[in-house]
């Protein structure tokens, strides 16, 4: 059972880093918002949940684990996050998408924090597998996240990447899908169609655990887990999500990929995400 106040610790957190992106991206005037909100508790539970080791002071530590966030066109969430936790300055963040920023529309490795270009879709399980062979290979003991789009897994270079990763036994390497059906203008399963997902996931040889991405308890349970509890094997993660998580409006609308919100439908956003936290609408 996860402590209580630590799960409330999370949900308020998410809630404003949910705040901070909806003000990066009304301000850049661009920016994928839905795909952002529906990984944005994953990250949060990653970084704030005791999961990842990592040095803020120090980005380029040898023995912290690695995140890629493969889906980086959701890199606003991570941005947020890394600010956050003091690996750049916040004023960075009212900069997003501007010329002369650091933070562009997807992650780089000039942010500091960032382990991988990403965004061009399919290639971040591929990059996080070879990490976690180095450090299977170099005893170093470093564990490997990789969060990708459910759309994003209609790339065959994510496929090959499970093999890769089954065949060299990469318990320290953890595939989290980002499952919230939709993609650009679509629904996954009227265009490229997944399911049975877990099931094709353990018959590539991962260790498969399906999840709801959105429940802090469900989250923290699965990472929390000993990789040793089955051995040599990578373990993948569905994560059932809802895209644009956390405004009503958005929730679950295509247009919400990579809208950005009016002046009465930021009002109104901010309203929303302000409950329950410190942060008031403006």
């Keep these: 059972m996860v402590d209580a106040d630590k799960i409330e610790m999370l949900e308020d957190k998410a809630r404003a880093i949910r705040l901070t992106v909806l003000n990066m991206i009304a301000e850049a005037g661009k920016g994928h918002i839905g795909g952002a909100y529906s990984c944005t508790d994953i990250i949060v539970a990653l970084y704030y949940g ?3 080791r990592f040095a803020p002071d ?16 959701s890199g606003s969430a991570l941005f947020a996050v890394l600010a956050d936790l003091g690996y750049f300055d916040t004023s960075e963040l009212a900069l997003y998408c501007k010329n002369g920023s650091i933070l562009g529309g997807h992650p780089d490795r000039n942010v500091p ?6 965004g061009s879709l399919g290639h971040g399980l591929g990059i996080g597998a070879g990490m976690a062979l180095a450090a299977k290979l170099n ?6 996240f990789v969060l990708v789009g459910d759309g994003e897994c209609a790339e065959g270079a994510v496929w090959e990447a499970m093999v890769f990763a089954a065949r060299h036994k990469l318990a320290n390497l953890t ?7 939709q993609c650009v203008l679509d629904f996954t399963e009227d265009c490229a169609p997944l399911d049975p997902f877990s099931d094709k996931l353990a018959a590539f040889g991962w260790d498969t655990r399906e999840i709801n991405g959105h429940s802090f308890e469900e989250i923290l349970a699965v990472l929390e887990e ?5 051995e040599d094997r990578p373990r993948a993660i569905v994560a059932n999500t809802v895209k ?4 009503s409006f958005m929730e679950g609308i295509l247009k919400w990929h990579h809208a950005v ?18 942060y008031q609408a403006s």
């Design 50 to 52: 005791g999961i990842l």
């Design 58 to 73: 120090n980005p380029s530590w040898g023995l912290r684990d690695r995140f890629i966030l493969s889906k980086g066109h």
């Design 113 to 118: 924090g960032i382990e991988a270009d990403t």
């Design 139 to 144: 005893n170093t003991g470093q564990r490997v």
């Design 175 to 181: 595939l989290i899908i980002d499952r919230n059906r």
């Design 226 to 230: 000993p990789v040793a509890i089955v």
């Design 244 to 247: 644009g998580k956390g405004v």
């Design 261 to 278: 919100p009016n002046q009465d439908e930021l009002f109104a956003a901010r309203t929303e995400l302000a409950q329950q936290t410190n």
